[in-house]
């Protein structure tokens, strides 16, 4: 018994050191040849921004022609978003200097922070070990997160805030979650639709009758969104005495306090909005349930290099796009975590079609939980979108995954009985992740 209940902690612990190995790996890749100094290395995608901006809180001096020349040293340039990632990577740039292992390293370690907290909160929700240990190898696989677990921009940072905040609400420390959202918030202001999905989901217990009696939910809610928002105002003023937030397009500090930093930030993200469509890179969010619009974040080839990529090594395709058969089995479950929910009897009758029942069968409490998480996050940005046109891309979707590894883990332990089906699926997954490593050697 003793060995049974250890092996899947095993099995976690096994699986975090691959994830953290894959993730290490040529960290510091790509780079110009020669590669000599920081400015060799090449930033991908969003590094842009936030390496820069990290430099700048830092004191480093930065390149002509780059993000943010000419900020005064200690700011921090890009004011639309909270300080604390930045301060992080401008902390590791103090420590280990100016280069790719600094810009990095706090993703990687939050990548494995958001694997390990996943664990917990399956089971804090009520999944068994095995469930738990498949939902956090379906994040290990997913590219999504793989990328942005080695990349230094700010999504991998929120994305373990929300669900170690999660775990500690499910765990029932409402004090704790709201202190961990708070704080999470400073990374980046999405960290808080976490609340909106622990909404979802005590009502969705609610819903199905598997609240627990002399519960009071709505009261331990009230008591993490309240600790969230007090948290989140008091760290959020701390942090703009350390790195002031600097305007670039006005060249000077954003005024009004802690009020009018947060104002700036969310007048920032309102006016980035596409009321014709989506542009380039942009997409709705009903179309990230398929894949479309993935996003290259940064590709090297030899053979054909883009302007401005030429003597760079080794050859990369950073792709931002979720493993499609993580993403299959993700969005079945889903259908069938909806349809589990419809109401069986009524009065005595049945109401629910056989067919339905017999494909969805009422969920788990960890699948009720995995539906919740994604309305609470995905939904927000439907309709920011359909209602202000707010512009939005794929990888927003790194704060919806890992409600969808839950139900995706869920429904394929229940239904892929068959030995060699269970091998297919886990082949298909395993080839997607090989395929899309952004350093798999391709032709």
């Not at 060249?251 to 980035?272: C, D, E, K, P, T």
């Amino acid at each position: 018994m003793a060995a049974r209940m250890r092996e899947p902690i095993v099995v976690l612990a096994i699986l975090t050191v691959l994830s953290l190995a894959a993730r290490v790996a040529w960290l510091d890749a790509p780079c110009r040849t020669p590669c000599r100094g920081a400015a060799a290395h090449v930033l991908v995608f969003d590094e842009v921004f936030y390496v820069n901006a990290a430099r700048a809180i830092a004191g480093v001096p930065l390149s002509a022609g780059g993000h943010y020349v000419g900020t005064p040293a200690g700011d921090d340039p890009n004011s639309e978003h909270p300080q604390l990632a930045k301060l992080v990577i401008a902390g590791a740039i103090e420590v280990f200097g100016d280069g790719p292992f600094a810009w990095r390293i706090g993703s990687v370690v939050f990548g494995s922070l958001a694997i390990l907290g996943l664990y917990v909160l399956v089971r804090a929700v009520g999944g068994d070990p095995r469930l738990a240990v498949l939902a956090c190898a379906l994040m290990a696989a997913d590219n999504l997160l793989l990328v942005h677990g080695r990349i230094g921009t700010l999504d991998i940072y929120a994305v373990a805030a929300m669900i170690w905040g999660a775990a500690l609400y499910a765990r029932g420390s409402p004090l704790g979650a709201g202190l961990v959202v708070g704080i999470g918030a400073c990374f980046k202001l999405v960290v808080p639709y976490v609340l909106f999905a622990l909404i979802a989901s005590e009502a969705l217990r609610s819903w199905s009758g598997r609240q627990r009696a002399g519960a009071r939910p709505w009261l331990a809610l009230l008591t993490c969104v309240v600790t969230a928002a007090g948290v989140f105002i008091g760290a959020l003023a701390v942090l703009d005495k350390i790195a002031p937030p600097y305007d670039p397009i006005t060249r000077r500090l954003v005024g009004g306090g802690v009020f009018g930093h947060l104002h700036h930030m969310i007048s920032y993200a309102a006016g980035r909005s596409s009321p014709s469509g989506p542009h380039g890179i942009a997409s709705y969010p009903w179309q990230w349930l398929g894949d479309f619009k993935p996003i290259l974040y940064l590709n090297i080839d030899d053979s054909h290099p883009a302007p401005g990529l030429y003597g760079i090594h080794p050859e990369v395709h950073f792709l931002g796009m979720i493993s499609p058969p993580i993403l299959l089995a993700a969005v079945a479950a889903l259908l069938m975590a909806a349809l589990g929910l419809v109401p069986r009897r009524h009065a005595g009758v049945r109401r629910t079609p056989a067919a339905i029942r017999r494909l969805a069968p009422p969920p788990s409490p960890a699948t009720v939980f995995g539906l919740a998480w994604f309305l609470g996050t995905w939904i927000p940005f439907e309709v920011l979108s359909a209602i202000w046109s707010r512009t939005s891309y794929l990888y927003y979707m790194a704060i919806v995954m890992p409600g969808l590894y839950i139900l995706a883990a869920d429904l394929v332990r229940r239904i892929v009985r068959g030995r060699w089906t269970a091998v297919a699926w886990a082949g298909a997954v395993i080839v997607a992740a090989v395929l899309m490593y952004p350093l798999t050697p391709l032709p």
